[in-house]
């Protein structure tokens, strides 16, 4: 049998694929059957676009489904109280000097499945979140990021948990 790496993540995070979870195997699923019922009212299946649409999104959502179950089952939930306070790690909120900008960004450290650049999180995995992880305000963290050749160097002004 093989075994299953586990996923550290946030609580925040786990809560997130617990509550996706529920969303698609009730109200998501329901409104998926409701298009299939309705698609096939429009006649011959064979030239039924909306019926193939209907059933492509059954397809998708039952496969986020499994994807969602086998997520959380292998979830490891980062324990916060182990943090130590005003050091870079898994759930705190880091605002760094970007030396080669000239500019502060901030980001919070969180699980790989939870990354999202856009809304400022970034995988503790990542090049520049494991660069981090494990420095002090005041540190300068310098990487490359592989996949690019990006070198970056970063100054931690601020590192916070809430």
Same mark, same amino acid.
């Given at each position: 049998?093989?075994?299953?790496?586990?996923?550290?993540?946030?609580?925040?995070?786990?809560?997130?694929?617990?509550?996706?979870?529920?969303?698609?195997?009730?109200?998501?699923?329901?409104?998926?059957?409701?298009?299939?019922?309705?698609?096939?009212?429009?006649?011959?299946?064979?030239?039924?676009?909306?019926?193939?649409?209907?059933?492509?999104?059954?397809?998708?959502?039952?496969?986020?489904?499994?994807?969602?179950?086998?997520?959380?089952?292998?979830?490891?939930?980062?324990?916060?109280?182990?943090?130590?306070?005003?050091?870079?790690?898994? =759930?705190? *909120? +880091? @605002?760094?000097?970007? $030396?080669?900008? %000239?500019?502060?960004?901030?980001? /919070? !450290? #969180?699980?790989?499945?939870?990354?999202?650049?856009?809304?400022?999180?970034?995988?503790?995995?990542?090049?520049?979140?494991?660069?981090?992880?494990?420095?002090?305000? =005041?540190? *300068? +963290? @310098?990487?490359?990021? $592989?996949?690019? %050749?990006?070198?970056?160097?970063? /100054? !931690? #002004?601020?590192?916070?948990?809430?």
């Amino acid at each position: 049998m093989a075994t299953t790496k586990k996923i550290t993540m946030t609580q925040e995070g786990y809560d997130a694929l617990v509550k996706e979870l529920a969303w698609r195997e009730g109200e998501e699923r329901e409104r998926i059957k409701n298009d299939i019922v309705t698609a096939r009212g429009f006649g011959d299946l064979s030239e039924n676009a909306e019926y193939d649409a209907a059933r492509n999104a059954q397809a998708e959502n039952e496969a986020r489904i499994l994807q969602l179950k086998s997520d959380i089952e292998n979830a490891e939930i980062f324990d916060a109280s182990r943090a130590v306070q005003g050091v870079v790690g898994m =759930g705190s *909120t +880091v @605002t760094v000097y970007d $030396e080669e900008l %000239g500019e502060e960004v901030a980001w /919070r !450290i #969180v699980g790989s499945n939870e990354a999202d650049i856009v809304a400022g999180k970034i995988s503790d995995q990542s090049p520049v979140g494991a660069a981090l992880i494990g420095h002090r305000k =005041g540190d *300068t +963290v @310098t990487g490359v990021v $592989e996949a690019t %050749g990006y070198n970056f160097s970063y /100054r !931690i #002004v601020n590192v916070e948990r809430k």
